[in-house]
């Protein structure tokens, strides 16, 4: 692969998957509450008035829940002997603080709902039993827009172009499924805890963060669809999507099967992905370059103790110089490349692994710092013109070409002063230092261990302090160097 061929890989090939989600639609953003009870208010289960009293009038006092079937009727109270019909009905009823208790049933145009429907500050959305409250709309509709604080729990939403959406306040949201359609849209300056929370055969974003709006997510799955519409833009889809300066915290949740990005962080946005999994099996529709990581513009990203696995596309890649992506204890697996990076990259105590041609590909002007990690793919590290590569106490591994190549940039393996502790073998090559003409690369390459007995080295596979220069090409040895180049030992 020419220098050349990389610089288009560092681009990604994906470039305008990464421009439509600049371009796409920024969600709103919303809140949470807990309901209250006055004073002198009775406990749910209470007999005497209190809220879970049958006969406790909503339209009366304000800790009693508004409650709804499918079966009521909008001309009824909305207490649980009389329910109202609609959560239209309810959502006009309701009060900052008051809690909307849907009954089992769909909840759709059929039955009298209009969509979007618009959430009161503070207004909190329950199901009475959870999963069993459907609302359900369709692909060219908003379902809900929260307003301001509110809370949703235990509903399943299903078909909107965005099922949930807010622009202020504080949302809370526990124990929902979203299936079909758009998931979670934030923007403006709204936050968000979520938990618990599925988002299945999703099309569009799972989770899309603008604006100043800031999310915390626990515990949760986000799965594309396997079987995309035809005439939808399935390779569009992706888990979770940051633009703006927003940002976030993901914890604990599975992405899997969607057309483009696991998760992708835009503009100046900044987001920590942590004991995640990203999987991405063969996709049935026909796609530009697949990628589970993306970073662009000004955006960071942290991944923590994760798995990515990528069978028909890139595990990670940073598009832009002022691009950052960190990866720690994470594992980065069967994926084409393994990482593309433009940006500034940062590599510790992880793993790239069994990835299907390279590991690292490090574009012009980058600059990463790989540290206790492992790669061990064929080739393994390859850093083009102008890129910066320190390398410590690594194993950097390949069973053919070489384990590292270095083309004109400047690599730091390990210094006198600071040796590098890596382990470095490649089964053809350990590695290739290549300069242009007229022009001289050195690498720093002290206290490292190679393929012992082979150009010189000792037993252990270690090298005295010396400096050896090019040329000296070979297929088959721990380094092969063109002319203008060197390596210090």
């Avoid at 073998?425 to 082979?454: C, H, M, Y």
């Amino acid at each position: 692969m020419t220098s050349r061929t990389f610089a288009a890989l560092g681009t990604f090939a994906i470039s305008a998957a990464l421009a439509a989600f600049v371009a796409a639609g920024a969600g709103c953003g919303s809140s949470g509450a807990t309901a209250s009870t006055s004073p002198g208010g009775s406990r749910p289960g209470d007999p005497d008035g209190g809220p879970s009293d049958p006969g406790c009038d909503p339209g009366q006092r304000a800790e009693c829940p508004i409650v709804t079937s499918p079966d009521g009727s909008d001309a009824s109270p909305g207490t649980a002997a009389r329910p109202v019909r609609t959560l239209k009905r309810a959502l006009a009823m309701a009060k900052k603080g008051q809690t909307i208790s849907l009954g089992d049933g769909a909840y759709d145009t059929a039955n009298g709902e209009r969509w979007p429907a618009k959430v009161g500050d503070g207004v909190i959305l329950e199901a009475t039993t959870a999963g069993k409250a459907i609302l359900r709309g369709a692909p060219d509709v908003d379902g809900l827009v929260f307003e301001g604080a509110g809370a949703i729990r235990g509903i399943t939403l299903g078909a909107f172009r965005t099922a949930l959406s807010a622009s202020a306040g504080t949302l809370h949201a526990s124990n929902i499924r979203i299936s079909g359609g758009g998931g979670v849209a934030l923007g403006g300056s709204a936050r968000a805890a979520l938990s618990q929370i599925t988002l299945d055969g999703i099309l569009g974003a799972g989770v899309r963060l603008a604006d100043q709006a800031r999310l915390e997510m626990n515990h949760g799955t986000i799965r594309g669809t396997t079987d995309p519409p035809l005439d939808t833009d399935a390779c569009a889809n992706v888990g979770v999507r940051l633009g703006g300066s927003s940002t976030a915290t993901v914890n604990d949740v599975t992405v899997t099967s969607l057309g483009s990005f696991g998760i992708v962080a835009l503009d100046h946005a900044v987001a920590t992905l942590s004991n995640s999994t990203l999987i991405r099996t063969p996709y049935p529709r026909a796609c530009a370059k697949l990628v589970q990581i993306g970073v662009a513009d000004h955006a960071a990203l942290t991944v923590e103790g994760s798995s990515v696995s990528d069978e028909t596309g890139i595990g990670a890649v940073v598009r832009d110089e002022s691009g950052k992506l960190e990866l720690r204890a994470t594992k980065i697996v069967q994926s084409d490349i393994g990482i593309v990076s433009n940006g500034r990259l940062e590599l510790q105590k992880s793993v790239v692994e069994e990835c299907r041609t390279g590991g690292v590909h490090l574009g012009e002007k980058s600059y990463a710092i790989i540290a206790g990690s492992t790669i061990a793919t064929s080739p393994g590290i390859r850093s083009a013109p102008d890129s910066t590569l320190l390398l410590r106490k690594s194993m950097v591994v390949s069973e053919t070409g070489y384990s590292i190549r270095i083309e004109n940039a400047h690599g730091d393996l390990g210094t006198a002063k600071e040796p590098g502790g890596n382990h470095i073998f490649g089964k053809e090559i350990g590695l290739v230092v290549d300069s242009k003409p007229s022009s001289t690369t050195l690498v720093q390459a002290s206290g490292n261990s190679w393929r012992p007995k082979v150009q010189g080295s000792d037993v252990y596979g270690t090298y005295t302090a010396q400096l050896v220069e090019g040329p000296q090409i070979t297929n088959d040895g721990n380094f092969s160097l063109s002319e203008g180049s060197a390596i210090q030992f």
